[in-house]
């Protein structure tokens, strides 16, 4: 089940630049997620941080609790990107 209000939000597509490599998640209508290399779609939002510090939070999950050294920088390109983030970035540590 999605969450309240993010529904709304999908389709939409994160992407995910570290120092290392470009990823982008997808999140369909129905909630499926697909992590796929970079596309030529735009993102709905756009994460940079390095490599060790994405995985670090990912895997800590609510990570944002701790302050971080060297914050991701996050950028919206979409109304719906910004909602979908204001609902799901603590979830993931960002």
Do not use: C, Y
């Not at 390095?50 to 701790?66: F, I, M, P, T, Y």
């Amino acid at each position: 089940m999605l969450r309240d209000g993010l529904s709304e939000t999908l389709p939409q597509s994160w992407r995910f630049v570290t120092n290392s490599e470009v990823a982008v998640v997808r999140i369909l209508r129905g909630g499926q997620v697909e992590v796929l290399d970079d596309v030529a779609e735009p993102p709905d939002v756009i994460v940079q941080w390095s490599q060790e510090e994405l995985v670090a939070a990912l895997l800590s999950g609510r990570s944002n609790e701790v302050p971080r050294p060297h914050p991701p920088v996050i950028r919206f390109a979409t109304a719906h990107g910004r909602k979908a983030f204001s609902l799901l970035g603590t979830s993931l540590g960002l």
